[in-house]
């Protein structure tokens, strides 16, 4: 998901904020939330991109066949909502529903 993102970003170096990350299935489909902080070698680019969107939770989805794919971002300030994004019961289980 950090490749994901960076790619759909396109800010490098990055990592997944610690306490931040979120995973959980439905049926086949997966599904996951992180809000990502500068990791290792991160630019002054890369810091600007992440003060802003990268800030909130970024979401993705796995389904059967395919890569993990970003699917949106939440709003800032934060709705605190993931159920636009993922299950309203797995929103549930992350405290964010």
């Known amino acids: 998901m950090t490749q994901t993102w960076e790619h759909a970003k396109r800010v490098g170096h990055i990592q997944p904020r610690p306490g931040n990350f979120y995973y959980g299935s439905c049926g086949t489909t997966h599904y996951a ?6 990791g290792a070698g991160a630019t002054g680019d ?20 395919t890569a993990w794919w970003f699917v949106g971002s ?11 994004f993922a299950p309203a019961d797995l929103a549930r289980r992350w405290n964010c529903s």
């Open 33 to 38: 939330a992180a809000r990502f902080e500068a």
């Open 46 to 65: 890369d810091r600007v991109q992440l003060q802003d969107e990268g800030s909130g939770l970024q979401f993705f989805r796995l389904s059967p066949g």
């Open 74 to 84: 939440d709003t800032y300030p934060a709705t605190g909502d993931c159920s636009r």
